[in-house]
């Protein structure tokens, strides 16, 4: 066979890829990648995500010679101010950040300061899949256009849970499950802000009070009053698990109290969370999804590339990874992730398609036309308004 080497790779190899559509500068791409070592920033706080993690890491390894390195983040935030450090110091290349998973506002900050590397998302060969016109949240992330600068990876909607056995039918709105909690204090609580669940409840509350949940659409006026969400919390916060005196302080944490018993309606921002936990055995096989009457905030999940990274090639490639119909299938397998695909399953020939159709969809996961309707997130500028008044008015930071 000719070995004669075509851009880092193969005759034999740039043929296969070729096969599959891959121009021949990707395929130059796979070459200059290959051996390079690629640090993904992303959170750490759920097992199940770190595993997935090392999949994708074990694929890039065993297909293109790539090492993924996940840096576990408590927040995405600090990731982000790493670049910022870094551009204040006068580093363009060499950065310690090659991906970021990313979204909302902090995107926004990247963006508005120019330390992203693009547009790239758009280049990848697997962007033919992504759904762009039925999940418009693929090319919008809080209301801000990506225009190629981060590639979506998974799909997320808000939904609740309960544990049927002890609740049969759960409130569908935010002003019944105030009610309820008031009947059953101690039994509901939400992630304490700035954590982005405790603030996505928040910005669920809005949407129930506003007049007008459109100008959730535009930037927050520094002016505009949020007296209504203060009032509401003041009256339910003595209500809530340890009267508010105390909350879980991310997502996992909210899931250990269902898990736990101490509460009997939690939520999260992954509709196949619950099944993922029951297949795992750490909920009760009684606990089941529901969401609220008009639909729930949903988003897309997202991962960018700093502009000082020291790996673009690595970097597109595990981004294009992530768009494979392999992968996205397992993270939506509710024994995995649960998380939904941000493929047009239609443009997926019959092999990839039958990935999907071959998944259990879980005891507690809903379909997606029980899912229902799917409300926009606010403007990235109500997340951090509504933190930093929740932790003035409320607490500091954890």
Do not use: C
Not at 286 to 293: E, G, I, N
């Amino acid at each position: 066979m000719n070995r004669r080497e075509l851009g880092g790779l193969t005759v034999a190899s740039a043929a296969f890829w070729a096969g599959r559509g891959w121009a021949l500068d990707w395929q130059s791409l796979l070459g200059k990648a290959r051996g390079q070592t690629l640090y993904f920033h992303a959170w750490g706080g759920d097992p199940k995500i770190n595993d997935f993690v090392a999949y994708v890491g074990q694929l890039a390894a065993e297909r293109f010679g790539v090492t993924l390195t996940h840096v576990k983040l408590a927040a995405t935030s600090d990731a982000v101010a790493r670049v910022q450090a870094e551009k204040a110091a006068g580093k363009t290349t060499g950065g310690a950040v090659d991906l970021i998973w990313i979204n909302g506002e902090n995107f926004a900050a990247m963006k508005e300061a120019g330390l992203l590397f693009g547009p790239f998302a758009e280049s990848l060969p697997n962007w033919r899949y992504v759904d762009t016109v039925g999940k418009p949240a693929t090319t919008n992330d809080f209301t801000l256009a990506t225009q190629g600068y981060e590639s979506p990876w998974a799909m997320a909607q808000l939904v609740f849970e309960h544990d049927s056995a002890k609740l049969a039918t759960p409130p569908l709105t935010i002003a019944t499950l105030a009610e309820w909690a008031k009947a059953n204090p101690g039994r509901f609580t939400y992630p304490q802000p700035p954590d982005y669940l405790g603030l996505t409840f928040l910005k669920q509350v809005l949407y129930a009070l506003l007049p007008d949940p459109k100008v959730l659409q535009s930037p927050v006026d520094a002016a505009y009053d949020l007296s209504s969400l203060w009032s509401f919390l003041d009256a339910l916060h003595p209500n809530l698990w340890r009267q508010a005196k105390a909350f879980p302080a991310n997502e996992p944490a909210l899931g250990q109290l269902l898990a736990d018993g101490e509460t009997t309606i939690s939520f999260a921002f992954n509709p196949g969370r619950a099944s993922a936990e029951i297949a795992a055995g750490a909920l009760a096989d009684t606990v089941r999804t529901f969401v609220l009457t008009g639909g729930t905030i949903g988003n897309a999940s997202y991962v960018a590339i700093p502009g000082d990274t020291s790996a673009p090639e690595g970097a597109q490639l595990i981004a294009n990874l992530l768009l494979e119909p392999e992968v996205q299938a397992r993270a939506q397998d509710a024994s995995v992730l649960g998380f939904q695909t941000v493929l047009n399953l239609a443009v997926l020939n019959a092999v990839d398609r039958s990935r999907f159709d071959g998944l259990k969809q879980g005891p507690a996961t809903l379909s997606p036309a029980a899912l229902g309707p799917t409300l926009l997130e606010p403007h990235a500028s109500w997340m951090t308004r509504i933190s930093g008044d929740w932790v003035t008015r409320y607490g500091v930071a954890p």
